[in-house]
């Protein structure tokens, strides 16, 4: 058993959880947004959390269990690299079993490590999605020319809902793909803080029906999809391309994406110059 001092998790443990959120992160990789407050205040200060400290009062793991946005019980944490190997994160783990209700858990995980993956097997987790995430560094820009024949617009109060046929009609085949109203999903996309629509495109053909589109948030290719017909065009490599430079001219040093592990698109994207930069992933527990 672990000999930190385990205590509630408070308001005033979020530069703690932020340093050892990029302490993981430096040394994982993951989804940077972990060690930004609105993501560290959802996950460990919006339910039941436990912070571990050493002898000389340093966070080095911390685990909670909050609501998830479908009111799924779900558990997170994190233990510092350098304190690995010592049974904390079996300790953390039976924190959230316990405070799960006898629910089985659903865990959330933004920075994966060797020692999770160990862990996953452990205590019988089964992986029910993980992504990529990935980083451009902006130093070889690629240009890839738009297929003839085809346009573009910038996101408007008039093309946005250009913006949401592209896609719905994009994504319609995938597993699970929630189809929100054209109201709902703009009002979404305009919300989100950092949102780009002028850099933003939606592709339209001959017609002006859309084909394609890209959306980009801050230092993120947001999402980015082709309609099954105009895939293996050559559409999706021009709108990341094409967003690249349009990061680049913002100012913006890097870019950031994360791809699903199953997608060919992963391949596309390590020839556009993008490189794995963590996993994130999702797992349930099946049984106790």
Known sequence: MSTLVWRPVTEADLPALHHLAACCLERDGGLPHLAG??????????????????????????????RDGSGHRTATGLVHPSSRGLGHGHALFAFC???????????????????????VAELGLVQTFAEHVMRHDLVDVPRVKRPEGLTSARWTPETAPLFHDAYRRSFADRPGFPDPPLEEWVAD???EEGFRPSASRVVLDADGVPVGFVN????WVDQVGVVPAWRGHGLGAHLVARSLRALRKAGCEQ???TV???NP?????????????GLRARYEETVR
């Open 216 to 219: 980009l948030i801050d230092d």
């Open 189 to 191: 996309v305009s919300a």
């Open 97 to 119: 079993r316990e405070q799960s209700g006898g629910a089985l858990l659903r865990v959330a995980v933004e920075t994966s490590s060797p020692e999770w993956e160990e862990m």
């Open 260 to 262: 699903n592990v199953d």
């Open 255 to 257: 870019v950031w994406l």
């Open 265 to 277: 698109a992963h391949d596309l994207y390590l020839r556009l110059g993008f490189r794995d930069a």
């Open 37 to 66: 407050e609105p993501m560290l205040r959802r996950y460990f200060l919006s339910g039941p959390g436990i912070i571990g400290t050493d002898e000389t009062g340093d966070a080095v793991a911390a685990a909670s269990v909050f």
